[in-house]
């Protein structure tokens, strides 16, 4: 028990200590949490008459953030399924940081709608013995139970693997592994729910479409890898760990899928949409104006735009090789699906209103400080775990006393089904930039 | 202090006096920002005279309160008297706040006449005294008055900001209200079984147990339900001190609330305040379960239809044409 105290004070000690890019960095996203928390803290006062949703426009920039941070939940199953399925060793280096890129992800999801909500002091309703968490009917209850499991599973499983690595003791299969195989339906499950409950409304035909789950899934396979290849070459460059090229090529190839399926699926629904002549308001307003009201054209055509641009790029074998393309290329490719499946996907159904009334929507600054806010609350918390899985990862933080040389790692692949191996190093005179 | 039902303009002017319809328009014309503005406005011009509602968490009991469904008697008198009292103390209004039961073999059903409803709107006011709305019309109210021009069926055609004499020839009009449907979306939607359909087909939300996701707002395909962003705001002399715990009683910011037939009227054998208003008689309330009540008699013999039948809502408001 006091052994694991004593874990979790190096961990925070660990968190706490770093060079001056790493304060600089922790340190601006601290002001933006604290810009956010001050925002935030009006709505709590006065109530959401501060955001700019109304009755017409009842879910705003927050709940778009919301299915968007659902993606980025995706990047868990992303490395899981090359490192436990295919038992690939590259994969199960940097397993971690997808497994702890979901729970961020799942807690932003959570935070996106408590602070979305009127009266999140009543949250205790949706607990299930004190409260009424209205399941199986209703899909947001679904949704709450979901995400309560993923969070659980992605805690647990990474949970497990680092504090048996920072006791250097062999991790037992039986309490990890049936739990990440659960957590790859899981995680299906958790995008399908989180579909469902848009397209499980009748009164919105702009959700009413049967391949918005599947699209769903499929844009969630863009932002995923596109997040994960930013995270992980800041990683290779800024630390010690070392992580293989053929994991930037495995993601890269994910891409080079899911960007053109997500840009075909997007047609289909175009197709049906607009070819027939048959009138579909939601996505008129979206794509093309109604009413003389435009407002979120340039959004969703941008989105268009983006979208076929890093298609291209994925696509094309000669700028994949670039590594700077590739991370602007990622960027760009989370801030497309970010336009086309987050805002341009939550916002549009609300307009027209079910009496067909146009009232436009657009964030106001205080949303989009919230926004912001927990965006780098998000940032902030992964790259505090991301810190202290390094350090116990390269060894540097392990029971007894940190290692200054790091433990070399063992045999690739040596025990099967023996946790994920330990991270291979870079020894001081291979460090380039870093 | 006025009473509620014998000011003249309290069933509405008909039409809209033009300055206020104007008012009206040109709010809703400049955007969300003046509608904010005139919220912030009134709240400071009114500061004393007004009664915000706001439910800010007073005591233990108000915030671990059960569900409506778990109250015994005793729950709810208490807490009955304590809502009375918060009125009193914000407004210096002694109202009476009470909880009437469903009758027994009773199933509400409403029917409105569209060849001779003609757009007055005097429902809408009505409405909003009855059930303690606020003052400015612009805010939030049950009832929307479509004006569709003659032709159309698209109701992305129509307009609920229209001003001017009525009837204006070449329209019709569709007013819409909560459909207190028997397959109802909001209620199947509802993460935490805040709102429900009662025995009598009403459905009504525990404004005490709601958390104000607003899924039954994008749920509802009939634009009948309304968030409270803001405290509701209202002015002493227009509460209503006849309330239910269920329909008309004052809201807390941040919850779901909505058209209830009137419950607490209509519970107690009165109609609704909607149609009481109504001068042209286009509006017929009763109970479906009635076979010789009038509303039977116009679902057997007149031409009826539901508003997006399709959706499989089944609605218990009907449209006929007689």
């Known amino acids: 028990m006091i052994r694991y105290v004593v874990y979790w004070a190096r961990m925070v000690a660990c968190v706490l200590k770093g060079g001056r890019l790493y304060y600089t960095w922790m340190g601006s996203l601290l002001v933006l949490i604290l810009l956010g928390a001050w925002s935030y803290s009006h709505d709590v006062v006065d109530g959401l008459i501060r955001t700019n949703m109304t009755d017409e426009v009842s879910w705003g920039i927050g709940i778009a953030n919301f299915v968007f941070c659902v993606g980025l939940a995706a990047s868990a199953l992303l490395l899981i399924v090359p490192a436990y399925v295919y038992k690939r060793h590259d994969a199960k280096e940097v397993v971690l940081f997808g ?3 979901a729970v961020v992800a799942v807690v932003l999801c959570l935070l996106f709608i408590i602070t979305d909500i009127g009266r999140p002091e009543r949250l205790w309703h949706l607990f299930p013995g004190i409260g009424k968490l209205n399941w199986p009917s209703s899909m947001l209850a679904w949704d709450v139970v979901v995400y309560t499991g993923y969070l659980v599973i992605n805690l647990h499983i990474p949970g497990y693997l680092l504090y048996k690595q920072y006791m250097r003791q062999k991790p037992n299969p039986y309490f990890y592994l049936p739990f990440v195989f659960i957590s790859m339906f899981w995680a299906v499950t958790h ?20 391949i918005l789950a599947p699209r769903f899934l499929v844009s969630v396979g863009c932002t995923a890898p596109a997040v994960l290849l930013i995270i992980l070459t800041v990683v290779r460059r800024h630390t010690h760990f070392k992580v293989q090229e053929s994991v930037f090529d495995y993601l890269k190839k994910v891409l080079r899928f899911s960007a053109p399926l997500n840009l075909f699926l997007l047609g289909c629904e175009l197709f049906s949409q607009f ?54 290329t990622a960027a760009l490719t989370m801030l497309g699906i970010w336009l086309e499946k987050g805002v341009g996907l939550v916002i549009p159904a609300f307009i027209p209103t079910p009496l067909g009334e146009v009232v436009e929507y657009w964030p106001n600054f205080g949303e989009i400080l919230v926004s912001v806010g927990l965006a780098a609350l998000g940032a902030f918390v992964f790259t505090a775990i991301a810190k202290v899985t390094i350090a116990i990862q390269t ?38 930039a870093a | 202090m006025n009473g509620c039902h014998t000011e003249p303009e309290a069933a509405g002017a008909l039409p809209l006096p033009d300055a206020r319809a104007g008012q009206l328009v040109e709010l809703r014309r400049k955007g969300e920002t003046s509608r904010r503005d005139l919220l912030a ?4 011009a009114a500061a004393t005279a007004t009664a915000a509602a706001g439910c800010d ?22 807490i009955f008297a304590r809502l009375e009292a918060q009125v009193k103390e914000r407004s210096g209004v002694t109202v009476k706040i009470s909880d009437p039961q469903p009758i027994e073999g009773v199933t509400f ?17 009505a409405c909003a005294r009855e059930n303690n709305l606020p003052n400015h019309p612009e805010e939030m109210r049950y009832i929307r008055v479509l004006e569709v021009p003659n032709g159309a069926f698209e109701l992305e055609k129509s307009d609920p900001y229209f001003e001017g004499e009525v009837p204006k020839s070449g329209k019709y009009y569709l007013p819409v209200q909560c459909h207190q449907c028997a397959n109802p979306p909001c209620v199947r939607q509802c993460p935490c079984e805040a709102t429900w359909k009662e025995p009598d087909g009403l459905i009504v939300v525990d404004y005490d147990w709601c958390i104000g996701c607003r899924y039954c707002q994008a749920a509802c395909p009939y634009h009948a339900r309304r968030f409270n962003y803001g405290a509701p705001t209202i002015e002493p002399d227009r509460i209503n001190p006849n309330q239910a715990y269920l329909s008309n009683r004052i809201r807390p910011v941040g919850v779901i609330e909505k058209c209830t037939f009137c419950l607490q009227r209509t519970r107690v054998g009165r109609f609704p305040a909607c149609l009481e208003a109504c001068p042209t008689g286009a509006r017929k309330f009763g109970d479906l379960n009635d076979p010789n009540g009038e509303l039977r008699k116009i679902l057997a013999t007149k031409r009826v239809y539901v508003l997006k039948e399709d959706l499989g809502t089944i609605p218990h408001f009907f449209y006929f044409f007689a």
């Open chain 2, 41 to 44: 406005g009134a709240a400071a």
């Open chain 1, 395 to 432: 060894g540097t933080l392990a029971v007894h006393g940190g290692e200054s040389t790091p433990r070399l790692p063992a045999a690739p692949g040596s025990v099967p089904g023996s946790g994920f191996p330990p991270a291979s190093v870079r020894t001081p005179e291979s460090e380039g």
């Open chain 2, 109 to 125: 059903g409403y029917a409105l006449n569209l060849s001779i409803c003609n757009g007055n709107r005097r429902c809408v006011e």
């Open chain 1, 191 to 210: 995008y399908t729910v989180t579909g469902f409950l848009l397209s499980g409304l009748g009164g919105r035909p702009f959700w009413a479409s049967p």
């Open chain 1, 99 to 101: 497994e702890l890129l």
């Open chain 2, 57 to 78: 968490i007073t005591s233990v009991d108000q915030f671990l309160q059960k569900h409506y469904s778990e109250l015994t008697d005793e729950d709810k008198k208490q």
């Open chain 1, 275 to 328: 070819y027939s002549g048959a009138r579909t308001p939601a996505a008129h307003y979206l794509w093309v104006g109604l009413n003389g009201k435009h407002g979120l054209n340039p959004l969703i055509w941008t989105a268009l735009v983006l979208n076929l641009a890093t298609t291209l790029v994925w696509i094309t074998p000669r700028f994949r090789k670039n590594h700077r393309v590739v991370i602007a």
